[in-house]
Protein backbone atom coordinates (compact mmCIF):
# COMPACT_ATOMS: atom_id res chain seq x y z
CA UNK A 1 0.00 0.00 0.00
CA UNK A 2 2.73 2.64 1.31
CA UNK A 3 5.34 3.83 -1.44
CA UNK A 4 8.55 3.41 -0.95
CA UNK A 5 8.93 6.68 0.34
CA UNK A 6 6.15 6.52 2.74
CA UNK A 7 7.32 3.02 3.62
CA UNK A 8 10.81 4.65 4.78
CA UNK A 9 9.10 7.21 7.14
CA UNK A 10 6.95 4.07 8.46
CA UNK A 11 10.18 2.02 9.87
CA UNK A 12 11.10 5.15 11.67
CA UNK A 13 8.18 4.79 13.75
CA UNK A 14 8.64 3.56 17.32
CA UNK A 15 6.28 0.33 18.62
CA UNK A 16 3.27 1.35 20.50
CA UNK A 17 3.58 5.38 20.18
CA UNK A 18 0.67 7.99 19.54
CA UNK A 19 1.20 9.63 16.46
CA UNK A 20 0.00 12.78 14.33
CA UNK A 21 0.80 12.88 11.01
CA UNK A 22 0.67 16.64 9.91
CA UNK A 23 -0.24 16.72 6.07
CA UNK A 24 -1.89 13.46 5.90
CA UNK A 25 -3.49 13.95 2.66
CA UNK A 26 -5.07 10.23 1.86
CA UNK A 27 -4.22 9.31 6.04
CA UNK A 28 -2.26 6.33 4.11
CA UNK A 29 0.28 6.80 6.79
CA UNK A 30 -1.50 6.52 9.86
CA UNK A 31 -3.66 3.36 8.62
CA UNK A 32 -0.88 1.50 7.85
CA UNK A 33 0.53 2.58 11.23
CA UNK A 34 -2.48 1.09 12.78
CA UNK A 35 -3.57 -1.47 10.87
CA UNK A 36 0.44 -3.32 11.63
CA UNK A 37 -0.42 -2.01 15.36
CA UNK A 38 2.94 -0.44 15.40
CA UNK A 39 0.95 3.07 16.87
CA UNK A 40 -1.36 3.02 19.56
CA UNK A 41 -3.49 5.63 18.00
CA UNK A 42 -3.51 8.39 14.97
CA UNK A 43 -4.69 11.64 14.20
CA UNK A 44 -4.50 12.33 10.37
CA UNK A 45 -4.13 16.11 10.25
CA UNK A 46 -4.90 18.43 7.33
CA UNK A 47 -5.87 21.57 6.12
CA UNK A 48 -7.32 20.63 3.17
CA UNK A 49 -11.25 20.03 3.46
CA UNK A 50 -11.03 17.75 0.36
CA UNK A 51 -8.33 15.26 1.57
CA UNK A 52 -9.49 15.55 5.24
CA UNK A 53 -13.47 14.45 4.12
CA UNK A 54 -12.13 11.27 1.88
CA UNK A 55 -9.80 10.17 4.59
CA UNK A 56 -12.57 10.23 6.80
CA UNK A 57 -14.92 8.21 5.01
CA UNK A 58 -11.89 5.43 4.41
CA UNK A 59 -11.10 5.39 8.07
CA UNK A 60 -14.47 4.77 8.46
CA UNK A 61 -14.74 2.14 6.20
CA UNK A 62 -11.91 0.13 7.50
CA UNK A 63 -13.39 0.06 10.84
CA UNK A 64 -10.79 2.39 12.29
CA UNK A 65 -12.28 5.61 13.66
CA UNK A 66 -11.39 4.64 17.56
CA UNK A 67 -8.03 4.48 16.79
CA UNK A 68 -7.78 7.18 14.18
CA UNK A 69 -8.76 10.98 14.01
CA UNK A 70 -9.29 12.74 11.39
CA UNK A 71 -8.98 16.36 12.14
CA UNK A 72 -8.95 19.08 9.95
CA UNK A 73 -6.39 22.43 10.71
CA UNK A 74 -3.92 24.28 10.57
CA UNK A 75 -0.19 22.04 11.32
CA UNK A 76 0.12 20.92 14.95
CA UNK A 77 -3.13 22.82 16.03
CA UNK A 78 -5.17 19.30 15.56
CA UNK A 79 -3.35 18.25 18.82
CA UNK A 80 -4.78 18.42 22.14
CA UNK A 81 -2.64 18.20 25.35
CA UNK A 82 -5.12 14.40 26.42
CA UNK A 83 -3.51 12.91 22.95
CA UNK A 84 -0.79 12.55 24.61
CA UNK A 85 0.68 12.26 21.17
CA UNK A 86 4.27 11.77 21.57
CA UNK A 87 5.35 11.67 17.85
CA UNK A 88 4.72 13.79 15.03
CA UNK A 89 5.06 13.34 11.52
CA UNK A 90 5.32 16.02 8.61
CA UNK A 91 5.88 14.42 5.16
CA UNK A 92 6.25 15.47 1.77
CA UNK A 93 6.36 19.32 1.55
CA UNK A 94 9.07 21.59 1.28
CA UNK A 95 11.22 22.47 4.26
CA UNK A 96 10.36 26.10 4.44
CA UNK A 97 6.92 24.71 5.13
CA UNK A 98 7.77 21.73 7.36
CA UNK A 99 10.25 24.50 9.60
CA UNK A 100 7.06 26.93 9.33
CA UNK A 101 4.80 24.64 11.07
CA UNK A 102 6.59 24.02 13.51
CA UNK A 103 7.83 27.75 14.43
CA UNK A 104 4.25 27.92 14.74
CA UNK A 105 3.41 25.26 17.02
CA UNK A 106 2.84 26.39 20.78
CA UNK A 107 4.89 25.09 23.86
CA UNK A 108 1.79 23.16 24.67
CA UNK A 109 1.55 21.38 21.44
CA UNK A 110 5.26 20.27 21.42
CA UNK A 111 4.81 19.66 25.59
CA UNK A 112 4.09 15.62 25.02
CA UNK A 113 6.05 15.23 21.84
CA UNK A 114 9.60 13.09 22.38
CA UNK A 115 10.28 12.80 18.35
CA UNK A 116 9.71 14.56 15.58
CA UNK A 117 10.11 12.67 12.08
CA UNK A 118 10.13 14.73 9.26
CA UNK A 119 10.79 14.17 5.39
CA UNK A 120 11.29 17.71 3.45
CA UNK A 121 11.23 17.20 -0.59
CA UNK A 122 13.58 19.69 -0.92
CA UNK A 123 15.32 22.43 2.11
CA UNK A 124 16.48 19.80 4.09
CA UNK A 125 19.32 21.90 5.84
CA UNK A 126 16.65 24.20 7.21
CA UNK A 127 15.03 21.45 8.90
CA UNK A 128 18.32 20.22 10.60
CA UNK A 129 18.76 24.14 11.60
CA UNK A 130 14.85 24.20 13.20
CA UNK A 131 15.96 20.62 14.78
CA UNK A 132 19.21 21.93 16.65
CA UNK A 133 17.87 25.41 17.58
CA UNK A 134 14.87 23.70 19.33
CA UNK A 135 16.49 21.17 21.64
CA UNK A 136 16.04 17.94 19.04
CA UNK A 137 19.11 15.60 18.54
CA UNK A 138 18.93 14.12 14.93
CA UNK A 139 19.10 10.52 15.74
CA UNK A 140 18.56 8.54 12.42
CA UNK A 141 18.25 9.09 8.93
CA UNK A 142 17.31 7.87 5.51
CA UNK A 143 17.87 8.47 1.94
CA UNK A 144 15.88 6.77 -0.73
CA UNK A 145 15.58 7.34 -4.53
CA UNK A 146 11.71 7.19 -5.78
CA UNK A 147 10.46 8.07 -9.55
CA UNK A 148 13.39 10.34 -10.48
CA UNK A 149 13.55 12.11 -6.69
CA UNK A 150 16.11 11.68 -4.21
CA UNK A 151 14.21 12.01 0.09
CA UNK A 152 15.89 12.68 3.04
CA UNK A 153 14.15 11.15 6.09
CA UNK A 154 14.92 12.51 9.40
CA UNK A 155 14.00 11.51 13.30
CA UNK A 156 14.87 13.55 16.44
CA UNK A 157 14.47 13.19 19.52
CA UNK A 158 13.77 15.77 22.48
CA UNK A 159 17.05 16.35 24.49
CA UNK A 160 17.58 18.89 26.85
CA UNK A 161 20.98 20.14 25.85
CA UNK A 162 21.33 21.11 22.61
CA UNK A 163 23.80 19.03 20.04
CA UNK A 164 25.25 21.32 17.45
CA UNK A 165 25.75 19.97 13.85
CA UNK A 166 28.77 21.13 11.59
CA UNK A 167 27.98 23.09 8.47
CA UNK A 168 28.70 19.83 6.47
CA UNK A 169 26.25 17.87 8.77
CA UNK A 170 23.52 20.68 7.99
CA UNK A 171 23.79 20.36 4.62
CA UNK A 172 23.89 16.15 4.23
CA UNK A 173 22.82 15.19 7.26
CA UNK A 174 25.19 13.78 10.09
CA UNK A 175 23.75 10.18 10.02
CA UNK A 176 23.55 10.32 5.96
CA UNK A 177 27.41 11.10 6.04
CA UNK A 178 27.92 7.91 8.23
CA UNK A 179 25.67 5.48 6.38
CA UNK A 180 27.33 7.02 2.76
CA UNK A 181 24.83 4.43 1.49
CA UNK A 182 25.33 4.12 -2.76
CA UNK A 183 21.84 6.58 -3.12
CA UNK A 184 23.51 9.48 -0.54
CA UNK A 185 26.99 8.88 -2.74
CA UNK A 186 24.95 9.46 -6.57
CA UNK A 187 22.92 12.17 -4.82
CA UNK A 188 25.78 14.51 -4.09
CA UNK A 189 28.11 13.18 -7.19
CA UNK A 190 25.58 14.71 -8.75
CA UNK A 191 25.17 18.21 -6.89
CA UNK A 192 29.19 18.02 -7.13
CA UNK A 193 28.88 17.90 -11.00
CA UNK A 194 25.91 20.82 -10.72
CA UNK A 195 28.18 22.83 -8.75
CA UNK A 196 31.28 22.65 -10.69
CA UNK A 197 29.55 23.42 -13.78
CA UNK A 198 27.76 26.38 -12.55
CA UNK A 199 30.63 27.73 -10.65
CA UNK A 200 32.72 27.67 -14.45
CA UNK A 201 29.65 29.40 -15.84
CA UNK A 202 29.40 32.01 -13.27
CA UNK A 203 33.26 33.22 -13.67
CA UNK A 204 32.52 33.69 -17.53
CA UNK A 205 29.69 35.99 -16.37
CA UNK A 206 29.42 39.51 -17.87
CA UNK A 207 29.31 40.50 -13.43
CA UNK A 208 30.88 37.88 -11.42
CA UNK A 209 28.82 37.34 -8.74
CA UNK A 210 31.73 36.51 -6.14
CA UNK A 211 29.53 35.54 -2.98
CA UNK A 212 27.81 33.36 -4.63
CA UNK A 213 30.77 31.55 -6.16
CA UNK A 214 32.49 31.36 -2.90
CA UNK A 215 29.55 30.08 -1.27
CA UNK A 216 29.51 27.20 -4.19
CA UNK A 217 32.98 26.42 -3.13
CA UNK A 218 32.08 25.88 -0.13
CA UNK A 219 29.55 23.42 -0.78
CA UNK A 220 32.06 21.94 -3.67
CA UNK A 221 34.61 21.37 -0.22
CA UNK A 222 32.32 19.78 1.93
CA UNK A 223 30.54 17.24 -0.38
CA UNK A 224 34.46 16.81 -1.43
CA UNK A 225 35.60 15.79 1.74
CA UNK A 226 32.03 14.15 2.62
CA UNK A 227 32.64 11.58 -0.81
CA UNK A 228 36.23 10.65 -0.29
N1 LIG B 1 2.07 13.47 4.12
C1 LIG B 1 1.57 12.89 2.89
C2 LIG B 1 2.69 12.16 2.19
O1 LIG B 1 3.86 12.33 2.58
O2 LIG B 1 2.44 11.45 1.21
C3 LIG B 1 0.94 13.91 1.99
C4 LIG B 1 1.87 14.95 1.41
S1 LIG B 1 1.01 16.16 0.48
C5 LIG B 1 2.11 16.47 -0.83
C6 LIG B 1 1.08 17.58 1.51
C7 LIG B 1 -0.20 17.78 2.30
O3 LIG B 1 0.03 18.73 3.33
C8 LIG B 1 -1.35 18.31 1.47
O4 LIG B 1 -2.45 17.45 1.60
C9 LIG B 1 -1.63 19.70 2.08
O5 LIG B 1 -3.00 20.03 2.07
C10 LIG B 1 -1.12 19.51 3.50
N2 LIG B 1 -0.73 20.74 4.21
C11 LIG B 1 -0.05 21.82 3.71
N3 LIG B 1 0.12 22.75 4.66
C12 LIG B 1 -0.44 22.27 5.78
C13 LIG B 1 -0.62 22.79 7.11
N4 LIG B 1 -0.17 23.99 7.44
N5 LIG B 1 -1.26 22.02 8.02
C14 LIG B 1 -1.74 20.80 7.67
N6 LIG B 1 -1.62 20.26 6.45
C15 LIG B 1 -0.99 20.99 5.51
Known sequence: LLSKRLQAV???VDNNSRVADIGSDHAYLPVELIEQKVALYAIAGEVAKGPMSRSKEDVEKFGLSNKIDVRLGDG???IEANDQ?????????G????QSILTRA???QLSNVKTLILQPNIGEPLV???LVENNFQIVDEDIIAEDHHVYEIIKANKVTEP??????????GPVLMQKKTPTFVAKWQHKLDGYHKATANMLHAKKVDQLKIDAMNQSIKYIEETLL
Open 95 to 98: GILI
Open 10 to 12: YQM
Open 106 to 108: TVE
Open 128 to 130: RHW
Open 76 to 78: LAV
Open 85 to 93: IDTVVIAGM
Open 163 to 172: ISLTEPEFLM
